[in-house]
């Protein structure tokens, strides 16, 4: 059974940093190319990093996540220094097996197939 498990979110004040895991079982991670996306409450979902053979990385994210995947642990992880306000949102992982991250399309939803359920991130003083 494929599965992904979100952890890591919480609370932390502007300027902080967190790092949020996405644990995979039933399948090995390094065989598809995995999303970190975010939701924030009356917004739409949007891509904000993906990881396979290269990276990519939203434009509001660019210089403060960092996208990085340990094969062993089957865990892939997204480091976020410099947490603003606005990154507020739900994070979610997800994995494609038939994307590259070097395609234009690599940070759309509608390009995965399989999704964790998610883990709130608060920035907030």
């Known amino acids: 059974q494929v599965q992904l498990v979100e952890s890591g979110g919480g609370l932390v004040q502007p300027g902080g940093s967190l790092r949020l895991s996405c644990a995979a079982s039933g399948f090995t991670l390094d065989g598809y190319a995995i999303g970190w996306f975010r939701q924030a409450p009356g917004k739409e979902r949007e891509g904000v990093s993906c990881?396979?053979?290269?990276?990519s990385y939203a434009d509001s994210v660019k210089g403060r996540f960092t996208i990085s995947r340990d094969n062993a642990k089957n865990t892939v992880y997204l480091q976020m220094n410099g947490l603003k306000a606005q990154d507020t949102a739900v994070y979610y992982c997800?994995?494609?097996?038939?994307?590259?991250?070097?395609?234009?399309?690599?940070?759309?939803?509608?390009?995965?197939?399989?999704w964790g359920q998610g883990t709130q991130v608060t920035v907030s003083s």
């Open positions: 990881i396979r053979s290269t990276t």
């Open positions: 997800a994995a494609a097996r038939w994307l590259s991250c070097a395609n234009a399309r690599s940070l759309l939803p509608a390009m995965y197939t399989y």
